[in-house]
T-cell receptor, first 113, second 115 residues
Framework: DGGITQSPKYLFRKEGQNVTLSCEQN?????MYWYRQDPGQGLRLIYY???????QKGDIAEGYSVSREKKESFPLTVTSAQKNPTAFYLC????????????FGPGTRLTVT | SQQGEEDPQALSIQEGENATMNCSYK?????LQWYRQNSGRGLVHLIL?????REKHSGRLRVTLDTSKKSSSLLITASRAADTASYFC???????????????FGSGTQLTVLP
């Protein structure tokens, strides 16, 4: 089956610890994205990547880091510098270009206490 | 502030009725997309309408776009309990370039369809 996988589904961490969220796609998509969603809110773009070894900051990149060493993988690290990291994190990919939809993974719910 | 804003924030209807959700945005766009999200899940793409299109249909979905009013509407006809979800509009602005499209999402409409 083609698609996007995110792991784990639920993640708990202590304050001050860095944590890495996994995102893998086998759709052969060039572009990948990370979004954050808070309760009752829409999605906000954290980082995006157009091709391997390239990524750009989105609207709320502070306290986050990413890498894109392989086309199919785009992990997100939530660092201790992120002031309010508890949220639902969604990864997406798209074939690229102007008129294509984004395909989303199932999400990771991160709780930091 | 976010580009797209949905209205209403919440909508509750009976099964079989039609549901209409609206989206307004602020700047010019390349395209507008509608997504659905079941509680605690990822988003699923429903339909994309280009800036030069006025109306588009897909099954029970009908989307309209009025670029002069910077607004779009999503109509779900003959709703079913399984349509219960949050619905988001997302816009792809004119300054978005390259292969990665920077979509800006609204805060969503929570639709509840009562059986």
């Amino acid at each position: 089956d083609g698609g996007i996988t995110q792991s784990p589904k639920y993640l708990f961490r202590k304050e001050g610890q860095n944590v890495t969220l996994s995102c893998e796609q086998n759709l052969n998509h060039d572009a990948m994205y990370w979004y954050r969603q808070d309760p009752g809110q829409g999605l906000r773009l954290i980082y995006y990547s157009q091709i391997v070894n390239d990524f750009q900051k989105g609207d709320i990149a502070e306290g986050y880091s990413v890498s894109r060493e392989k086309k199919e993988s785009f992990p997100l690290t939530v660092t201790s510098a992120q002031k309010n990291p508890t949220a639902f994190y969604l990864c997406a990919s798209s074939i690229g270009g102007r008129y294509y939809e984004q395909y989303f993974g199932p999400g990771t719910r991160l709780t930091v206490t | 502030s976010q580009q797209g804003e949905e209205d209403p924030q919440a909508l509750s209807i009976q099964e079989g009725e039609n549901a209409t959700m609206n989206c307004s945005y602020k700047t010019s766009i390349n395209n507008l997309q509608w997504y659905r999200q079941n509680s605690g899940r990822g988003l699923v793409h429903l339909i994309l309408i280009r800036s030069n299109e006025r109306e588009k249909h897909s099954g029970r979905l009908r989307v309209t776009l009025d670029t002069s009013k910077k607004s779009s509407s999503l109509l779900i006809t003959a709703s079913r309990a399984a349509d219960t979800a949050s619905y988001f509009c997302a816009t792809d602005g004119p300054f978005s370039s390259g292969s990665a499209r920077q979509l800006t999402f609204g805060s969503g409409t929570q639709l509840t369809v009562l059986p």
